[in-house]
């Protein structure tokens, strides 16, 4: 049994600093975090899933301070545009979307089955200015938001000082163990760093699981996107409440709204085309040149085991897929609360227990990112290329039964309580791809009271476009004021 009285973050970037807040928030734990001011982060803008705002409530931050502090916007989910021709979908499940009779969706389900598209952001800006979203400390209109990478990041390491964690500039370059294998002491350029535990943020170069000799285990024969190239575009003059994710010829690109521009990136499969086809076709689809800020290439996958000796990988080091559902972020929330609970006092039945769900966590997003690609789009040779990809056993079982029943949270039982996707979540990607048997799904519907059936009329119709909402002010005049106020 293992006594944890000091602990080390080696890597700076948002899985490095989220982690470092969760913990020492938890915890009287003597916290260091090492980060490399040579080594650069990725991203030109992020967005979040709904877990960014526990984690927010947990160490005390305020939605106004994320709004001013960090260029950020409301996010409500992800418009789907063009996975099937001509057709978009919005991923929500917020209100009114995911309300629940108990383990029942109506709102969804009428959704479903008369194929329909109720959302639109002038309703949802009425919504906010109802709710008096002004004072968003107190009637903050929702759990996600999208953010300046850079920005947070210094924001977070900002508060990280003042929550008494030591902050080093320093870039590390040997890792060295003791007899029994684990980590001993880390050494940078300026000084050495010993402790009880660690915790590897450091992106792909891994440097503290290398040295432990983790496998990788690669997810390519389920996902084939594998580069990307980011780069901004100009601000303009309202800003969505969603991140837009757009079907490219040869994968998808995503637009994040942030104060003062946007944050863009093609995430696609390089057997296809290359990063400079990739600029030339967003170049084209958008009307003017681009600057590439990043490219890279990625295999993604997860480690077999997150959490190895006195070491846990977090962030891009513990596991990958694409910035597709912006799960990066929210598996670092999910396995830092994970890891709080289990830090003191661990022995193997502990590491055995928490790699037991972190793995489960993993299953939960690969299944749920594979979902998405399960198109009918084959209008170019990628896309005629995805719809042979193989599909994880534990999907394949699920889609049997989801055809024709809405899936349950029971469905879920090779997942972690800590998982990031439930019931809700595959519902409105599986509507929206029109994956569903309507006519079984109908019956479903009818088999509902008419008190239940009225209510999600009634729901609906409260989110229905109305041509007198115009006059309510926009988004980016909602950001703006809230910024303005002392």
């Known amino acids: 049994m293992k006594n944890v009285k000091s602990l080390t973050v080696v890597g700076g970037g948002t899985a490095g600093l989220i982690s470092a807040l969760i913990l020492k928030e938890y915890s009287n734990l003597e916290i260091n975090l090492i980060y490399s001011s040579k080594i650069g982060i990725i991203g030109v803008g992020e967005g979040s899933t709904e877990h960014f705002r526990e984690f927010m409530d947990f160490v005390g931050i305020k939605p106004s301070e994320i709004i001013k502090e960090c260029d950020a916007t409301f996010k409500i989910g992800i418009m789907f545009d063009n996975w099937i021709i001509d057709h978009k979908y919005l991923h929500s499940v917020g209100y009114p979307f995911a309300s629940s009779l108990k383990e029942s969706y109506p709102v ?106 983790v496998k990788w285990n690669s997810f390519s024969k389920y996902l084939k996107l594998n580069s990307a190239i980011t780069f901004p575009t100009k601000d303009e003059d309202n800003y969505n409440f969603w991140t837009l994710a757009k079907a490219m010829n040869s994968g998808w690109r995503f637009k994040i709204p942030t104060w003062g521009r946007h ?152 997942s972690s309580n800590y998982r990031m996707f439930n019931a809700p979540n595959f519902i409105n990607v599986m509507g929206g791809l029109k994956l569903f048997d309507k006519k079984a799904l109908f019956q479903e519907y009818n088999f509902l009271s008419e008190k239940h059936k009225a209510n999600s009329d009634q729901l609906i119709n409260q989110h229905v476009y109305d041509e007198s909402i115009s006059k309510f002010i926009n988004h980016k005049e909602i950001i703006k004021i809230i910024r303005e106020i002392n």
């Open 108 to 213: 969804f389900a009428k959704q479903v089955i008369e194929d329909s598209f109720f959302f639109n952001s002038k309703s949802y800006e009425k919504n906010v200015l109802d709710k008096k979203v002004i004072d968003v400390d107190l009637h903050s209109p929702t759990n996600q938001y999208h953010f300046n990478t850079f920005k947070l990041n210094s924001f977070l390491k900002n508060l990280a000082i003042k929550k008494g964690i030591s902050v080093f500039d320093d870039e590390v370059i040997e890792v060295e163990l003791n007899q029994e294998g684990y980590i001993d002491t880390v050494i940078g350029e300026k000084r050495k760093y010993k402790s009880d535990f660690y915790i590897d943020t450091t992106g792909f170069s891994r440097i503290l699981v290398k040295k432990l000799n």
């Open 263 to 414: 944050g863009n990136g093609y995430i696609y499969d390089k057997n296809f085309i290359n990063a400079d086809e990739a600029k030339l076709e967003v170049e084209k689809e958008l009307g003017h040149e681009i600057e590439i800020g990043k490219t890279f290439s990625f295999d993604p996958g997860a480690l077999e085991n997150a959490w190895t000796k006195n070491c846990v990988a977090m962030g891009l080091s513990g596991c990958f897929f694409e910035p597709l559902e912006a799960t990066s972020i929210g598996l670092t929330i999910q396995q830092s609360f994970l890891l709080m609970h289990r830090l003191q006092n661990y022995d193997e039945k502990t590491i055995k227990d928490y790699n037991k769900s972190f793995n489960s966590i993993v299953e939960n997003i690969r299944d749920f990112i594979v979902l998405h690609y399960l198109t009918k789009r084959n209008d170019t040779e990628f896309w005629k290329n995805i719809s042979n990809t193989e599909i994880p056993e534990s999907l394949k079982n699920n889609l049997e039964k989801w055809k024709t029943k809405f899936p349950l949270y029971d469905d879920f039982t090779y």
